[in-house]
């Protein structure tokens, strides 16, 4: 396979290769690895688990780690990294992970995931970026342009609807059509439009009652020709059910390899007339696609310096860690207090997620490594299990007491999240929760610190003077949590997702994992900060939430237009100051407030957000720039974005829960809802539509006002809203209208 006239020459390659050829490449040759053709001089290229580092597996039957892994460098997990709210730092990641595959032979990298958090409970939370869609998609983008910035593949997954462990292989997510387009699908939509990864991985699960490995909707009406996907469709690794019926449905290559029965469907599907062979040479023109860009984009030559990676990992764990309490600026640290740190994290820590993205470090920094003058170690409670041991406890408590401060490391073991595996609560282990109530009654100054994948309760919260949330910050753990804890950098990072107060207030709280292998997404759009902002509920801390070693203040917010249209862009601008006495980082984040119409919508959505550093008494002028499909929402009477006329609330704040700044724009739409209506349409749903509020609003204010006559005192909402509940039909039976001035009316509203 030559590099010259691409598309000449893989259309004249596949002329030459038999029926069965062509099967044989649409499923890979192992385990890791696409399947050579010696005939016709097609090799192979490998594929590896990722983006929290290269995974390289050294053994072919292996996907969960069962088998060793080549040694690279673990960098913070995808949940970490959004934590950063820092596209920059985030493309700057894929550029590393894509030269450590490029210097290892790999030429896709299978990540990042862009799922959506949709319970707090999901075990594989750890490898996805958000709640929000947005966050989600615009993180992947930069990550997804890093990895093939250095001519290695990325393969953005699971798609789509993936948001449990829980009946992974045959769970049925049942979603609306705009709940899956508005929430789920937009992370892909982004990436795939915005950066064009060279693949797309189906997951296990089905969507609406169809395989995502079977299900055209997904693989080819939305995913190629709605968005112009021109890439590779893969499966998860044995998502595959029916191969033919998945080649016919927009799937390319089934992995992992190995077995017949795939190639074996396809030749008699072909033969009995279900899958054309010109379906089959489309997919594989995707695979040779594929397999030719990784040879002509691979860098024989490349190396990588594993202690240098190394480094940048713990730079990234200090850009994502998020400072959620500080009272009385116990942090940062000095070197001249005394310091217990408390924490068997600290000799072991929990840096990564445990399942397929399971990296071997090379090298792990340790917090006991790295601790400075005036701090001593002890252990407090074994990881390994849930239990306190009063030996341990009681040693924590008497260091913490003699100390001016106790730092504690704290968290969820790898047992609690994984692949494969949903959590089942938010709590922590018992014998951490005991060891911190334990010290704070000792030690004023306790500080925790903690490693998780996901949102946890934190009962203790009051009791403690500080929280440093961590996440899984990869094996740079313990030299940047103690650059954090003395100042040397600065927390910057602000939650990607809402940390609630209780399981039971999560969204999905009735509808997760589903009962019977059907998971109903009853809860729609209203997913995170969508679903706790619009109820007014009380949070342990909301999205989009951080503190500092300093602060920031927002100030001189103008827009550029206070109307818009179609194809009309605002530019929103605003200054940031840093009125603290230390240099930091803030981030800006932007939301648009819809105003009430025909569809329900959240309070607020975040649209667009921004990091910017600055020194003390130092401002910065931030410019944002929305289009329409900023104010949108999706309408499934057009199968589409749109974006209706009314008034709509510009905001600018450091968290969903603290907007700072606000201006009102309007919008005038220049396209109608395809509505149609009948006799047994309401009169309430007819006037909300420019044209029938035209034709029946006039009637509807008569028999308003003659109501409103009638009505006794204090009852005249109640009469007009009985009103509006009245079909149209129902004017015809109280003789406002005759039948035929009915079906006239009708019929020109909908003509």
Known sequence: MNGRNTMVNLNELIQQLTLEEKAELLTGGDFWHTRAMERLGIPAVMMSDGPSGLRKQEKENDHLGIYGSTPAVCFPSSAAVAASFDTALAQKLGCVVGNECQAEGVALLLGPGLNIKRSPLCGRNFEYYSEDPVL????????????????????????????????????DSVVDERTLHEIYLAPFETVVKEAKPQAVMCAYNKVNGTFCSENGTLLTDILRSAWGYQGMVVTDWGAVKNRAVGVRAGLDLEMPGGSRRGTQQVLDAVAAGTLTEAEVDRAVYNVLKLVQTGIENHHPDAVFDRAADHDFARHVAEECAVLLKNKDSVLPLTEESSVALIGDFAAAPRYQGGGSSHVNSAYISRAVDCMPKGMSWTRGYDQASDTSDRTLLEEAVDAARKADAAVILAGLPERYESEGVDRTTLEMPVNQKE????????????????????????????????????????????????????????????????????????????????ENGITEYREGVFVGYRYYDAKEMNVLFPFGYGLSYTSFAYSNMTVDRSRMREGETLRVQLTVTN????????????????????????????????????????????????????????????HDFYVPTGCYEIEVGAS????????????????????????????????????????????????????????????????????EGMTLGTLVSFGVLTEEQLKGMLEGLNG
Request: glycine content about 10%; overall charge neutral.
């Open 136 to 171: 989600a998609g615009q993180m992947g983008a930069a990550m997804v342009e890093g990895v093939q910035s250095t001519g290695t593949g990325s393969c953005i997954k699971h798609f789509a609807a993936n948001n449990q462990e829980t009946d992974r292989m045959v769970g």
């Open 656 to 723: 969903s829960r603290d907007i700072r700044l606000r201006k009102e724009v309007s919008f005038t739409a220049e396209r109608p809802l395809p509505r149609m209506f009948t006799e047994y349409s309401t009169l309430a749903d007819v006037v909300s539509d420019p044209k029938g509020a035209a034709v029946f609003g006039p009637i509807l204010q008569r028999l308003a006002e003659a109501a409103a006559g009638q009505a006794s005192a204090g009852d005249t909402e109640g009469a007009s809203r009985m009103l």
């Open 579 to 638: 009125t603290g006495k230390l240099p930091g980082k803030e981030v800006v984040q932007l939301y648009v407030a819809p105003p009430a119409g025909m569809r329900r919508r959240p309070v607020r959505e975040l649209k667009s957000f921004a990091k910017v550093a600055l020194q003390p008494g130092e401002r910065r002028e931030i410019t944002f720039e929305l289009n329409a499909r900023d104010l949108a929402y999706y309408e499934p009477l057009l």
């Open 435 to 514: 060891l911190i109530e334990a010290v704070s009654d000792v030690q004023p100054n306790t500080i925790v610190v903690l490693y998780n994948g996901a949102p946890i309760t934190m009962p203790w919260l009051d009791k403690v003077a500080a929280v440093l949330e961590m996440y899984l910050p990869g094996d740079g753990v313990g030299a940047a949590t103690m650059d954090l804890l003395y100042g040397k950098a600065n927390p910057s990072g602000k939650l990607p997702e809402t940390f609630p107060q209780k399981l039971a207030h999560t969204p999905s709280w009735f509808n997760f994992p589903g």
